[in-house]
Structure formats: structure tokens, C-alpha cells
């Protein structure tokens, strides 16, 4: 395993045992993973705590510097509310996406990718069998708070450059994302044009399992149907409630990190969304363990969203 690869896990005090949550599945699902580092707040496993937990940039960019410091070059920026829906592909994870992200100049790889009914944003670049969608500088959503490969001193390069633009009460993980991939962000080229995304499906050491795909995949095809036939039936307004309604099917992402695409909590409580996804897929286990696991915060007041 490389030794300049690590795992940070973004979270804050009122957040602890969410991010505790993910720990515990990223140990059972990714192995061996390289080194897990938390940012946000003082824990065991984190890092000094120098700036206002409030303020999201300036926590990560004091934690990627210690990261550089102890000799890091790369690692996987996970939110503590994303954690791995079933087994992760350590070999990718742990060689294959860093030497690609050596080799491209990568700023970074992100793991909710292309395919699996998502687009490419530009050129696909082909690299040694896999494929890789080269984002370009004009995209909005560049930079991604989903779990991604990230190069360290260009992630703190991006940090310094919003945090000085930005004023305080907008270093958040949201503006990071929104704001940082607008045209007027004052980042040089080099940092907008290394942005990556996988095809999931090349890198999948399990697409959520094989019991799942086909009623899975028959269930968007259904959906497809359904959708047509609303459209032209009531017309486009009950085609967007139409699509609102199924959005739950198309957030789980497979790829050497499964992933559900808006997380594990939305507004303080279970994604909806994920929950639908889990009964449908039949895994009560995970959704039982997730519940209570987040109930039990609920009921301490410690949860809200803190996303935007």
C-alpha cells in the first residue's frame, strides 16, 4: 500500500457519532484502507484544532497542511455523513486511483463518477482499461464534496484562494463546492482544469450485490416507462412530480466506494431517500442500524444540517 495516501474524515462535535458511524463502516467495508485522520474537531485520531469549528475551510486547509507535513501527498476527503453502502474495491482505492491521479496531474478523482444513468461533463480519458471523464475549467461542479482522491497541496491551494475571496460566514462545505466552481472564483487554470470522475462500474468490487442489480435495474427501466407516459398524458409539470417522486432510485453509486449521492442525513434526520432505497433493496439490516443509531442523536439535540 502506498505510504503518502491517507483518509480524512470531515466532521464537527455535533457530529461525532455520525462520523463515528462511518469510521465503523469504512473499517468493515475498505480493507486495508491507509491511514484514517479526523478534522473538525479534537479527537484521538485528529487533527490539531487551530481555527473556529465553524469555519469549514479554514479547519480542512490547517488539517491537509498537517497532512503534508507528516509527508501525505493524497487523500480521500470523506464527509462524516457518506459513509460506504457495501465492500469497497481497496486495490483501486488504495493503488490504482493514486497512480492515476499521479500521472494525470489530477487535482481530483471524484468517486460519484459517470455512468449508472449519470452524464460526462467533457472528454472521456482512457488510462490503462479505465476510463476517466476529464471535467472541464466551465463546469460548476467541479469540486465535489463527495467522497473524492484529492491532491493534497492543490486542495490547500483552492482553500486559501475561496477562504481569501469568501468573506467568514461563507467557508462552508457548500460554498466550497458552489462557489468554488463558479466563473468569477479566482483560481488559476491549473487548479479548474484537474478535476476527474470515475466510471463507477469499471471499479466496483460489488455493485451492491448481485442479488440486487436485476430488480433493481428492471425497476428504473419501469420507471423510464412510467415517466414517458406521464409526460405525454399530463404534460411536463406532472413529469417533473413524476421524477421527484422516483429520485431515491438514481442516488445509490457504485464504484470502489458505494455511495448513496445526497448521504446519510438530510435536515437532521434519515435521507428519505436512502431510506426507500434500502427497504427496496431489502437491506433492513443497514437501515435499522442507521436509524437507531441516528435517533439516538436526534433525541440529544445534536443533529441539524449543517450542509448549507
Not at 78 to 93: E, K, N, S, T, Y
Not at 117 to 144: E, M, N, Y
Not at 205 to 221: E, H, I, K, V
Request: hydrophobic fraction near 40%; glycine fraction near 6%.
Amino acid at each position: 500500500m502506498r505510504r503518502d495516501v491517507c483518509i480524512l474524515l470531515s466532521t464537527c462535535a455535533r457530529y461525532e457519532r455520525i462520523a463515528t458511524f462511518t469510521e465503523r463502516r469504512i473499517a468493515s467495508a475498505w480493507n486495508p484502507a491507509p491511514p484514517l485522520f479526523w478534522c473538525g474537531m479534537t479527537h484521538p485520531a485528529g487533527m490539531p484544532l487551530r481555527s473556529d469549528p465553524a469555519d469549514w475551510m479554514a479547519v480542512t486547509a490547517d488539517a491537509v497542511e498537517d497532512l503534508l507535513n507528516r509527508g501525505f501527498r493524497f487523500a480521500y476527503l470523506i464527509l462524516d455523513d457518506h459513509p460506504p453502502l457495501g465492500r469497497c474495491q481497496a486495490v483501486h482505492l488504495n493503488e490504482t486511483l493514486p497512480a492515476f491521479a499521479d500521472e494525470a496531474s489530477s487535482v481530483s478523482v471524484s468517486l460519484s463518477g459517470f455512468g449508472q444513468r449519470r452524464p460526462s461533463f467533457g472528454k472521456i480519458r482512457s488510462w490503462h482499461g479505465w476510463d476517466f471523464d476529464h471535467v472541464p475549467a466551465t463546469q460548476l461542479w467541479k469540486f465535489p464534496l463527495h467522497p473524492a482522491l484529492w491532491n493534497l497541496e492543490r486542495l490547500l491551494a483552492i482553500l486559501n484562494v475561496l477562504r481569501a475571496w469568501l468573506p467568514a460566514d461563507e467557508h462552508s462545505p457548500w460554498a466550497f463546492e458552489r462557489r468554488g466552481g463558479e466563473a468569477d472564483a479566482p483560481l488559476p487554470d491549473s487548479l479548474k482544469l484537474g478535476c476527474y470522475r470515475i466510471r463507477g462500474s469499471q471499479l466496483s468490487a460489488d455493485p451492491f450485490g448481485a442479488s440486487r442489480r436485476l430488480p433493481f435495474t428492471a425497476m428504473q427501466f419501469a420507471t423510464d416507462l412510467s415517466g414517458f407516459a406521464v409526460r405525454r398524458l399530463l404534460g411536463e409539470d406532472a413529469r417533473r412530480r413524476h421524477d421527484a417522486s422516483i429520485r431515491w432510485m438514481f442516488c445509490p453509486y457504485a464504484g470502489p466506494y458505494p455511495l448513496f449521492w445526497s448521504g446519510m442525513m438530510v435536515r437532521g434526520a434519515v435521507n428519505p431517500h436512502l431510506q426507500r432505497y434500502l427497504r427496496f433493496t431489502r437491506q433492513t439490516r443497514l437501515l435499522r442500524e442507521i436509524e437507531s443509531h441516528l435517533a439516538r442523536h436526534s433525541r440529544l439535540g445534536l443533529l441539524e444540517d449543517r450542509k448549507g
